[in-house]
């Protein structure tokens, strides 16, 4: 098979290969190799007879619907509710009895005015597919095949490769679509971690109108061509509010066109709006612009996405089709301007496979254009609505017979190949400063700039110190030895629920819950500020492991369930605090709280371990109000967690048993949990004492967090699960000096202080080149002196070395990123996306 860097003529047969037909021939494919063969072969080989590099110019990789993904939550709901209020597929009603029935869109949209209906409520359903609610009445759509609806629309860059793999696809160039929120960073990651198998097309999603700064905007292209993977730039014509191409923005076009970015128009479909007026009327407004705009760059390369308003030439009743205009033909006179087809997605619902009905008209338009402008693109996994993947690749190289066996392999790879290497070629001409391959911040964050502090691929031995890592290998191992800790308890249905609040990053969250599998179930946040961030991440069942301080706190938890559909969870110790609650769940409708009782067994909040009667009114309280739910007690002992002996933990958490045991009892007394209703959670538990916990029989849920860490203090405690300690400050020696300073001899000075590392539960211990443990003091906010091993000269300047911190959740909450290693190679970046409160 070809590789992705041969060019053109990796997509046309070897010297040796069976002979084509010529240039008149549009008879049917060569007579196909015996057919034991098959099995050696993709489906494009299978059909033309000869290896052809198969290169899909149109796919996704999307995150579930309800991530926010750099997008305000609000205004991606809102565009997501015009989109598939205005799209073409089915919209089912769905009851909780099973019952289903077809209706249209007008719970989203009406269907008049096109104006978007008040009341959504959004959430995932019983077999995890995005849904919404309105007066009661639950709804779906089918624009995604079911088995990405099952995962709230979610599709990572690794389920498209295995189906690129199984399809024998080579390259796909990964789109952007506006309901999809920011998909920058996601596209960078894939392309550097499948180099050569994914190419990316840069897109700027708040780029609706004209820039505040057009200079901000021209920095971000070259951030973006520096990052590399790039196949050129989207651009949503229907989506700019205002002249995309007036004289305002010519510095942005010149500037593309300088660089000679290939331009990929995304003209009327870009803003679903247009999907139910006049599209041929459409297409040729837009088109005219897009004509115009060839004229004045004539050397940049243009593709027209989503092809052409086909359904526009349904007759007799869609079971053929007519001809495309002359009048839509005209853009072709521009001799760079390219066409993606995706014939199955866009005729998929009214022509079945093999779309014959089509062929026709696209013999017209191959004849008047020229195969050579004609490129295969999918939508997938949108395709898969109506055809696999597979068959999407046979469409074109078994039955485009009016095209000769070479044109088939040009539109099914050599097209784009050609787009791609003239963009390989161009960024090779171009010497862009390596401190622009960073992830450049949304237009509307510009004023802010945050710096991303390394990018995939990238030496550890290259980083900017100083800087957080988190030792990826390390990481897994803990969480394995978790698993396994956990594995005699697994029977009497017992949970971990992880705490965020070490790492405040619901990437790494989601990675935590990857490793765990059935072990674990939702997680636990200590701040709203971290419940905010898991759910804006896509998990939506967090418990809130605090008591909420005022009204405004209890409204953001109440928000993030009435708009998300989240499963929130909070703790409430006093009727003061149940009251803000309540208050919260009037003021937004279809919100709801599940509640935990804490329990005051350390020295933090909690009813008082006696006061059983307070628990008790309690829980009558919110058992009697709509919209909470008794889940069960929190019975957290924090001061146990850092006990240095097994003795003292053991006795600590069985004070904290005992205590949980008599409020239950009394709970019992007045039939809470009421008959057949789901028995109390007890949960507690922290990476010091959860053996404790889980031996009791009275504990279900164990909150332990630290474990995937490590940190100095843990490791003090004795007789312990020996965890890997994965987090570190990596830091630079700046200083080496014999005189002896506050360090009472010789001594090296680091750039580690008090802004980069938490000195709560100690200093950190500075681990020499070999590993050995060194001594750290203290020299103020950015700076830090270790004494040298005994017997050894102080660290030369230069000398990177790691810091283990003495508390892990205060060191990642000074920082930005925690920079994900695999060996010496940066390989991902966490943000810490829920710093503060």
């Known amino acids: 098979r070809p590789s992705c860097s041969s060019g053109v003529a990796a997509c046309l047969p070897r010297a040796n290969a069976m002979p084509m037909s010529s240039a008149t021939d549009r008879s049917r494919s060569p007579a196909p190799r015996e057919k034991q063969e098959h099995f050696n072969v993709g489906p494009a080989e299978a059909a033309l007879g000869f290896p052809t590099q198969v290169i899909d110019s149109h796919a996704y990789i999307m995150p579930a619907f309800d991530a926010a993904n750099g997008m305000d939550r609000a205004e991606k709901l809102r565009r997501l509710q015009l989109e598939l209020g205005t799209h073409h597929t089915f919209t089912m009603e769905v009851s909780a009895g099973g019952s289903r029935r077809f209706v249209g869109n007008s719970s989203l949209v009406d269907p008049e005015t096109f104006e978007l209906r008040p009341g959504i409520v959004w959430s995932r359903d019983n077999l995890g597919r995005p849904s919404w609610e309105v007066d009661g009445r639950r709804y779906v759509k089918g624009n995604c095949p079911p088995d990405v609806q099952a995962q709230g629309n979610a599709y990572s860059a690794e389920q498209l490769l295995a189906a690129m793999d199984f399809a024998d696809v080579s390259v796909s160039v990964l789109h952007y679509y506006p309901t999809f929120g920011d998909l920058g960073p996601a596209h960078r990651e894939a392309c550097a ?232 070629k161009a960024l090779e001409a171009i010497r862009l400063p390596s401190s622009l391959s960073v992830s450049p911040p949304s237009l509307s964050e510009v004023s802010v700039q945050v710096r991303m502090p390394a990018t995939v691929g990238q030496k550890v031995e290259s980083l900017a110190t100083p800087c957080l890592i988190v030792d990826l290998a390390a990481l897994e191992a803990n969480c394995k030895t978790m698993n396994e800790a956990l594995r005699p308890f697994s029977n009497k249905g017992f949970v971990l629920r992880p705490h965020t609040k070490p790492h405040k990053s619901s990437k790494l969250a989601s990675k935590q819950l990857q490793e765990h599998g059935s072990v674990a179930q939702g997680v636990c946040c200590q701040t709203v500020r971290e419940v905010e961030a898991m759910v804006r991440g896509g998990i939506l069942d967090a418990l809130h492991t605090n008591i909420i301080s005022d009204r405004s706190q209890a409204d953001r938890l109440a928000q993030l369930s009435a708009l998300h559909g989240a499963q929130v969870g909070t703790c409430v110790d006093s009727h003061e605090v149940l009251a803000l609650l309540k208050e919260a769940l009037a003021a937004s409708p279809g919100s709801s709280f599940n509640i935990m009782l804490e329990l005051g067994v350390a020295c933090r909040t909690g009813i008082e371990p006696e006061a059983t009667s307070t628990t008790v009114s309690l829980a009558k309280d919110i058992v009697a109000t709509e919209g909470l739910r008794l889940r069960g007690l929190q019975v957290y002992h924090g001061v146990s967690q850092h006990l240095r002996t097994p003795a003292e933990r053991r006795q600590a958490i069985s004070e904290a048993t005992s205590v949980a045991e008599r409020h239950l009892a009394a709970l019992r007394e007045v039939n809470i949990p009421a008959a057949g209703a789901p028995a109390l959670v007890v949960s507690g538990g922290g990476t010091g004492s959860f053996l404790n916990e889980a031996e009791t029989g009275v504990f279900s849920e164990l909150q332990c967090g630290s474990y995937i860490f490590n940190d100095a203090d843990y490791a003090r405690n004795k007789e312990q699960i020996p965890w890997q300690q994965s987090l570190f400050v990596m830091g630079t020696v700046i200083g080496s000096y014999t005189r002896p300073g506050v360090a009472g001899g010789p001594h090296c000075v680091v750039d580690v202080g008090l802004k980069t590392v938490a000195f709560d539960s100690g200093v950190p211990v500075p681990l020499s080149p070999s590993g050995s443990p060194m001594e750290y003091v203290n020299l103020g906010d950015e700076h830090g002196a270790i004494r040298p091993i005994p017997g050894e000269r102080p660290l030369a300047v230069g000398t990177r070395l790691k810091l283990q911190p003495g508390h892990c959740d205060p060191t990642v909450n000074l920082h930005d990123f925690i920079i994900g290693i695999r060996g010496d190679i940066v390989e991902t970046i966490f943000p810490v996306d829920a710093r503060g409160y």
Not at 222 to 246: N, R, Y
Not at 350 to 366: K, R, V, Y
Not at 377 to 401: K, N, W
């Open 193 to 424: 971690r499948y180099p050569g198998r994914f190419r990316r097309l840069i897109h700027f999603p708040d780029l609706v109108q004209e820039p505040r700064s057009m200079h901000e905007l021209i920095a971000k292209v070259d951030c973006e061509l520096a990052a590399g993977g790039v196949a050129g730039l989207q651009f949503f014509t229907g989506w700019f509010d205002g002249d995309w191409d007036s004289e305002s923005m010519r510095p942005f076009w010149d500037h593309l066109a300088k660089r000679r970015v290939s331009v990929w128009f995304t003209c009327v479909l870009g803003n679903p709006r247009q999907f139910v007026a006049d599209a041929e009327s459409l297409f040729v407004a837009d088109y005219e612009k897009v004509i115009a705009w060839c004229k004045r760059y004539p050397d940049t390369d243009v593709v027209l996405t989503h092809g052409l308003p086909w359904r526009s030439w349904l007759q007799n009743e869609n079971t053929s089709m007519g001809v495309v205009p002359e009048k839509l033909l005209q853009v072709f006179a521009c001799p760079r301007v390219h066409l993606q087809l995706l014939i199955p997605l866009r005729l998929g619902d009214t022509f079945d496979f093999p779309f014959s009905q089509a062929n026709g008209m696209l013999a017209q338009l191959a004849k008047s254009i020229g195969a050579e402008r004609l490129l295969y693109g999918t939508d997938m996994p949108m395709l898969e609505r109506y055809c696999t993947y597979s068959q999407s690749v046979t469409h074109i190289a078994r039955y485009f017979d009016f095209l000769t066996p070479k044109e088939r392999a040009l539109v099914l790879g050599g097209n784009c190949r050609r787009l791609l290497d003239a963009a390989d």
